[in-house]
């Protein structure tokens, strides 16, 4: 038994809640058991210069851990740890959408973590799909863009070996002691995007691998279909 009682191959809790704020073009906050985060996306009418007149688009992704977010206050900076999760949570989001398809474009999307629990940034990364998704149907609702640049979901989740077991989505109690760590990306359409993985306590044989991609495969099934849910209607209007 895991220690809040969740099967080895159990998701915790977990809901998107859409439009959190109403500043940004799409906004989600994003719950997995205590874990929370806050994803915004912003639309820019300028690209990076590398990419000016080339006829694509371009996503990017910015993370950061907010003072009060773990039990020891997090100091405002931008560390190297958030620079490599930021970096993954971009090159994910860019691979569920057609760059070609938002021409002279840019959108960012912030991922500010408000409480820590574990799995962060696979948390990001499915709340920061579903900020994208709408900013851009916004876009197409106001007649700013034709078709949609997002044709299947994408989420992510951590998995772990735990005292010999393989274990989903983990807790802090459970990451900071596991045998085995692993972030998962996949798309809806049961695609890789990204695989991470390190053996925090002794090498792994590709049994354990295979063991774990598959318990991961179950549980991103199970938060893409909740996507597809989720996203079946379009966002609400909002107040001009």
């Given amino acids: 038994m895991r220690v809040d009682g969740r099967k080895h191959n159990e998701l915790r809790p977990f809901e998107f809640e859409r439009d959190f704020t109403e500043m940004a073009n799409g906004s989600c906050l994003v719950t997995f058991g205590k874990t929370r985060v806050l994803c915004t996306a912003s639309v820019d009418e300028e690209v990076p210069r590398w990419l000016r007149d080339t006829g694509r688009g371009w996503v990017t992704a910015e993370y950061s851990m907010l003072p009060g977010s773990s039990p020891e206050r997090v100091r405002r900076k931008n560390s190297g740890r958030s620079q490599e999760i930021q970096r993954l ?130 549980g991103i099934k199970e938060i893409t279909e909740a996507q597809r849910d989720l996203l079946s209607s379009p966002p609400g209007e909002r107040a001009s």
């Fill in 89 to 218: 949570i971009g090159r994910s989001l860019r691979a569920a959408v057609d760059l070609s398809a938002i021409p002279e474009l840019q959108v960012t999307v912030d991922c500010d973590v408000i409480q820590a629990d574990g799995g962060t940034r696979t948390a990001s990364i499915c709340g920061g799909f579903v900020a994208l998704h709408d900013a851009f149907t916004r876009m197409i609702l106001k007649g700013q863009m034709e078709n949609h640049p997002m044709s299947e979901e994408l989420a992510a989740v951590s998995v772990g070996v735990i005292r010999g077991e393989v274990c989903l989505d983990l807790p802090y109690v459970e990451d900071s002691t596991a045998e085995v760590d692993l972030n998962v990306v996949m798309t809806g359409s049961g695609k890789f995007v990204e695989v991470q993985g390190t053996a925090e306590d002794g090498p792994f044989d590709r049994n354990s691998l295979e063991e774990m991609l598959d318990v991961a495969e179950s």
